[in-house]
């Protein structure tokens, strides 16, 4: 089995920065790639940002310029730095992870989510 924790999550002011992580871990000969999303209050749950193996991670548009994906592949670990957060980022933030596990099953794991406020 593969699980998937995010980690980072807080209350921050406007204009302040959040680093987030996710670790996978379980039976996992590999992961094809790692993404996060996020799902605002009273919204349906959107993509933020999405990093295949061997390629640069992709932003959905606002999040570019303020967001910065990166990933430790030795850690099956992703970061999503955000900076210049603003009230409109507040919501949940999931990490998604998807490969094949050590039964060469694949799999496509959510985390539980992270919160994050934007709020003076």
């Known amino acids: 089995q593969v699980q998937v924790v995010e980690s980072g999550g807080g209350l921050v002011q406007p204009g302040e920065s959040l680093r987030l992580s996710c670790v996978a871990s379980?039976?996992?000969?590999?992961?094809?790639?790692m993404g996060w999303h996020r799902q605002a209050p009273g919204k349906t749950r959107e993509l933020v940002a999405l990093?295949?193996?061997?390629?640069?991670?992709k932003y959905v548009d606002f999040a570019k310029g303020r967001f910065n994906m990166s990933r430790d592949s030795a850690k099956n670990t992703a970061y999503l730095q955000m900076d210049s957060l603003k009230p409109e980022d507040t919501g949940v933030y999931y990490c998604?992870?998807?490969?094949?596990?050590?039964?060469?099953?694949?799999?496509?794991?959510w985390g539980q989510g992270t919160p994050v406020t934007v709020s003076s």
């Open positions: 990093v295949r193996h061997g390629e640069d991670p």
């Open positions: 998604t992870v998807d490969g094949i596990g050590d039964d060469y099953q694949l799999f496509d794991v």
């Open positions: 379980g039976t996992i000969t590999g992961i094809y790639s």
